[in-house]
């Protein structure tokens, strides 16, 4: 499903299920912020329960390095937020490289001075995955993105929107969860006993 | 009841009919009844980020040298002369010979004085007698003028992707290297500021090659590349046309972080004028708004009670026309409840 296939089905789901919306809500952008936010709760509580995502969660993005601190021995690539903030693969486009991620800066510091130089080292460091090695001019990422738009190398038009299909539904009922049905469900009374089973305010 | 109220009344209920119908559009028996009333995906050109609505009114028209005449209109034209002249259409202009305007095309020109809200024309003969000030109208192709209701817009944009061009090879058609892209195969975009090469400029097809490069080529199928001549030397823009329908962007909404993007436009109508937005207050300069594309109810919907000459079946079917007057006499008694107001006059057979 592309985006815009997300959010039409996200429409049909309100709907379908009557759930009161004002118009605010209806704005297709905000449509798709609000699915990918829940799509990264529903995806963390995985992770956390230590469940494995399918790879049609990921999304692979070929980067090249940014105009960013340049002239160290660091190199620095723009990425968009991940889930859990894991990039699960980060290498150089050549097809062999190897690298070691890294999850706290005195990790980052420590495996650096231990001097492991056929690994390159890599740290998330705010936008930023910062590279030891200033040598890596692009890179090959493949993470799950909280918001595929924010990836450069996305198409809004033409990509299929990373997530596995068998997620959708419950990623709505995420979405909508706090939202209330526009018809409220009438009491059932039955039991054939000549009094309402459900006591009235009257009463 | 009054004949205004009478046309208010109906006016709600046509527009009411016509939007229902237009939402249903799909159904056939929705395109036949309002077929003759609306139009659809009407192209205009947006000048000044906007496109106005509704024919401009003439205040006063002034001669000011040989047959020159200055035609004034009740607020600013947003006519865009960058492009030569802009052909306009009077009429309803009253007194003396001014009349002969009436029905007339004159290519209009840009005026030394009041520029924004009027125009200079020249006549074939001098125009005599004295104009009745604050008669007439213009109309053309270059805005809304038939214009009614509004319906839907789109938006027509050109985004630059911002790629880097690390270099262009023109051995065997055309291969372009790139930085980081979204550019995807079979792509049509359009490529233009390319230093030192010859026929790499406007629309060609994209064929992805690998994550940074592409080849471009003429056709559809991707089988005649395109020739390029020169030296690559420097520079370049690939722009991609984006084309969406728009939202409305409300008054309460404006101080939402939601602001329109060229994948989520945005619109606003008022003051006669209708502006479409790719991004906020159409700031963003890597974007470029070409086309909005409109579908709006005509002028021809209007029904003139006064009017006892024009068979309303020519643009109404019957059903149509049942359901209008049905809707209206729903919206009379939604607004008059007391029984002084309603006064039922009994049927003479």
């Not at chain 1, 809004?156 to 706090?178: C, G, H, Q, R």
Request: glycine residues 6%.
């Amino acid at each position: 499903m592309t985006c815009k296939q997300i959010i039409d089905a996200a429409i049909i789901y309100v709907e379908r299920n009557n759930i009161a919306t004002d118009e605010t809500l209806l704005r297709r952008a905000q449509i798709l912020d609000l699915f990918n936010a829940s799509k990264a709760k529903v995806l963390g509580d995985f992770r956390i329960k230590g469940y494995e995502l399918t790879g049609k969660n990921y999304l692979k993005s070929v980067i090249d390095k940014s105009t960013y601190e340049q002239g160290g021995k660091y190199n620095y690539f723009e990425v968009a937020p991940a889930i859990m903030n894991e990039y699960e693969y980060v290498g150089g486009t050549n097809g062999c490289s190897r690298f070691r991620e890294n999850v706290t800066i005195s990790q980052f510091q420590n495996t650096i001075n231990q001097q492991v130089p056929s690994i390159t080292q890599y740290y998330k460091e705010g936008d930023y995955l910062k590279v030891d090695n200033n040598g890596v001019g692009t890179i090959l990422t493949n993470y799950v993105p909280v918001n595929p738009m924010k990836v450069p190398t996305f198409n809004f038009e033409y990509d299929e929107y990373p997530i596995d299909d068998a997620l959708v539904n419950t990623i709505f009922d995420m979405m909508f969860a706090t939202y209330q049905s526009k018809t409220s469900g009438t009491p059932k009374d039955t039991i054939s006993d000549s009094q309402d089973t459900t006591k009235s305010i009257a009463k | 009841m009054s004949a205004a109220r009478k046309n208010y009344f109906l006016r709600m209920s046509v527009v009411k009919n016509l939007e229902q119908n237009y939402a249903s559009i799909s159904r056939q028996k929705s395109v036949d009844e309002i077929s003759p009333l609306i139009k659809t995906y009407t192209p205009f050109a947006p000048y000044n980020e906007q496109v106005l609505l509704k024919p401009l009114h003439i205040s006063n028209i002034v001669n000011t040298t040989g047959n020159t005449y200055q035609v004034f209109f009740d607020r600013p034209h947003n006519f865009n002369f960058g492009l030569g002249n802009v052909d306009i259409t009077f009429s309803g202009v009253l007194g003396g010979t001014y009349t002969t305007l009436n029905n007339q095309v004159f290519g209009a020109s840009d005026a030394l004085t009041s520029v924004d809200t009027s125009v200079l024309i020249t006549t074939a003969a001098p125009l005599s007698g004295t104009y009745t000030a604050n008669s007439g109208q213009v109309v053309g192709d270059y805005w809304v003028s038939n214009y009614y209701h509004l319906l839907a817009v789109s938006l027509e944009c050109l985004r630059n992707i911002n790629a880097t061009i690390v270099k262009v090879n023109i051995a065997g058609g055309c291969l372009i290297t790139l930085g980081t892209n979204n550019i995807r195969n079979g792509e049509y975009l359009k490529f233009s500021g390319f230093g030192g090469l010859t026929g790499l400029s406007g629309y060609k097809y994209v064929k992805k090659v690998g994550e940074r490069q592409i080849r471009l080529y003429n056709d559809v199928g991707l089988t005649t590349p395109v020739t390029v001549t020169g030296t690559y030397t420097s520079g370049g823009i690939i722009e991609r046309t984006h084309n969406e329908y728009c939202e409305p962007l409300l008054s309460d909404q404006k101080i939402s972080a939601y602001q329109a993007t060229e994948n989520f436009p945005l619109y606003e109508s008022n003051e006669n004028r209708l502006a479409c937005y790719s991004s906020d207050v159409n700031t963003n300069p890597y974007i470029t708004n070409t086309n909005y594309f409109v579908d709006y109810i005509t002028v021809q919907a209007e029904i003139d009670i006064t009017n006892d000459t024009t068979d309303l079946l020519q643009f109404y079917n019957q059903e149509m026309c049942r359901m209008i007057i049905e809707q209206a006499a729903l919206l009379f008694f939604a607004t008059n409840t007391s029984g002084e107001d309603v006064q039922l006059t009994e049927v003479i057979k």
